[in-house]
């Protein structure tokens, strides 16, 4: 049993874009050469091509659902249950909300724009995730990867991590196959990577289970975000 609680390595970096606000970075705790594989759920549906090669090769993976996705892919969640060996369900939000609250829209999503909203977004994803999966979410992670700087503190004193990410696989899923399969296939010892598992209509999906499939042929060790960075017991 590991006893050491290891903090997570959140380095907050400004965006250029929207000065206030700040997009964290996430890496594995130093000296763990594992690779962290995470998914974004946001809307729409599930990407088979992804979930059965994580299945196939048993690779074990962090997935941010919304509650919104939860509600359209009653089979997919039984069927990420039944693997609860493999996949750490965590928190995207209720409603696919980007946290921020000083600017009315990012990437073209309107943000959630107040606090209450913000706490809404969190409380409701991490509820849903919950009546799932009979466990509840230790990480969060919104719609953007970015926040304004109030909603962070705001969800760390509601008791959650936020989740960034070290290595963007796929844009937002916008990226051809072959760019996707090649950004995951040169992943670093200690990286954590996004990626998204629920656009199956876009090339993107085919290049993340090539480039999963590259790491697993190079041995890689994956790891979840909730054994690489464990809660405290007792
Ligand atoms: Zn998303």
Redesign the pocket.
Known sequence: MRSLFLVPLVVLATSPALAGDIEPRLKLPAGDRSVALTF?A?SGAVDNRILDELIADRVPATLFVTHRWLKRNAATAALLLAHADLFEIEN?GEN?VPAITDAPTVFGLPTAGSLPAVSQEVLGGAAAVTATFGRAPVWYRD?SARYSRDAVELIGNLGYRIAGYSLNADVGASLPAATVSKRIAAAKPGDVIIAHINHPERPAGDGVAEGIRALVAKGTHFERLDAAFPVPTG
Do not use: F
């Open positions: 974004d946001c995207h696919h719609a």
